[in-house]
């Protein structure tokens, strides 16, 4: 009988000022499972994740109201992102495997993208979408590295200027560099992208 998933609901109530969590918490998802983190007294926060496991962790932020995915990708196992999750959203992590997961993370407490010093970093927000059948594992230095899954879109907000590679064996690919062009909540299709690197390679 296929194992029914288990939801886990983690809130935070914090009473006195706490700038953020500042040890790493850890959780091992068991085959299967999936585990929600709400806090509902953040106005939103950012939390960094670490997937200490041999399998890709599924992580998306969902909306509260609906549950519906605003934001989601792969992180392949040994790799590290960051994520911001708005006000009204939850995080989720996912577990597809037979074989148990381990998770860690530290959560930022504050309303993502907000910084008390310094100028503000000009970004793009845009969706990247996987079309094909198969995993695209990709780097964004400094950011992230997200295993795109088939069929799936993951929503970056990523500061002009960052690249993006697709991760090869011996050297990465470049095949994006965020500009100011990109219009809001556009979507690219990273097939696209990595058609006409290999192909710029070839010239």
């Known amino acids: 009988m296929k194992q ?18 500042q040890e790493k918490s850890t959780i091992i998802l068991s ?7 709400d806090y509902p007294n953040f106005k939103g926060y950012v939390v960094k994740i670490w997937n200490k496991s041999k399998f890709d962790l599924g992580v998306s932020a969902r909306l509260e109201e609906n549950d519906s995915i605003q934001k989601g990708f792969g992180l392949s196992k040994g790799g590290n992102a960051t994520l911001a999750i708005e006000e009204a959203m939850y995080l989720q992590f996912e577990n597809r495997f037979l074989a148990p997961l381990k998770v860690e993370y530290i959560v ?38 997200p295993n795109l899954s088939p069929y799936s879109k993951s929503g970056v907000d990523l500061p002009i200027g960052q690249k993006i590679y697709l991760k090869t064996p011996g050297k ?21 992208l990595i058609d006409r690197a290999l192909n710029k390679k070839d010239e």
Do not use: C, W
């Open 4 to 21: 029914l998933t288990l939801l886990l609901f983690f809130s935070a109530f914090l009473g006195y000022a706490q700038k953020y969590q």
């Open 31 to 37: 085959p299967k499972q999936v585990v929600q983190l």
């Open 108 to 145: 930022f407490k504050g309303k993502p993208g907000k910084k008390k010093a310094g100028p503000a970093t000009p970004q793009r927000g845009f969706y990247l979408v996987n079309t094909t059948m198969q995993s695209l594992p990709l780097k964004i230095p400094g950011i992230m590295n």
């Open 172 to 192: 990465d690919l470049l095949i994006f560099t965020v500009t100011d062009t990109i219009p809001k909540a556009a979507r690219i299709n990273v097939a696209d």
